[in-house]
């Protein structure tokens, strides 16, 4: 039944790729519980998301919104994997992947039609399935 609901609960997804994209996110948990940022330079390396908005998904919580600079995906659009940290300042967040830089939100009107949308995994590319592909 869980698995029904919440397919990515399955142990089949613990491949290699994914335990090393864990211990690197715990290597930057604990960077981030003893410095609460990131290095200027790691940021600036990172793809920027503009004109983004959360969207609430089973798994967690995501953001869509325009990216640039992303290794994976050239397209103007992209669903984030679920967050793991975010900056209290708005200027980047942490998903099991990467870190993303921040630039504007969407403005209200277009957070709105966004959220309105009924998004499918298919619809947007996502960092976390691209690089499963990868």
């Known amino acids: 039944m869980l698995m029904q609901q919440f397919p990515f609960l399955d142990p089949i997804h613990a491949t290699p790729d994914l335990v090393a994209r864990l211990r690197a996110l715990a290597d930057d948990?604990?960077?981030?519980?003893?410095?609460?940022?990131?290095?200027?330079?790691?940021?600036?390396?990172?793809?920027?998301?503009?004109?983004?908005?959360?969207?609430?998904?089973?798994?967690g919580?995501?953001?869509?919104?325009?990216?640039?600079?992303h290794p994976l995906i050239k397209g103007p659009m992209i669903m984030t994997s679920p967050l793991w940290f975010a900056d209290p300042k708005d200027r980047w967040v942490r998903t099991l992947s990467r870190y993303y830089r921040l630039g504007p939100p969407a403005n209200p009107t277009e957070a709105g039609l966004m959220t309105s949308l009924k998004i499918t995994m298919s619809d947007t590319p996502d960092d976390e399935t691209s690089e499963d592909r990868a």
């Not at 790691?42 to 609430?56: D, E, F, G, N």
């Open 29 to 59: 948990a604990a960077r981030l519980q003893q410095t609460r940022s990131i290095s200027p330079a790691r940021l600036q390396t990172a793809p920027l998301l503009k004109y983004w908005v959360p969207l609430r998904r089973s798994e």
């Open 61 to 69: 919580l995501r953001l869509i919104g325009q990216v640039s600079g």
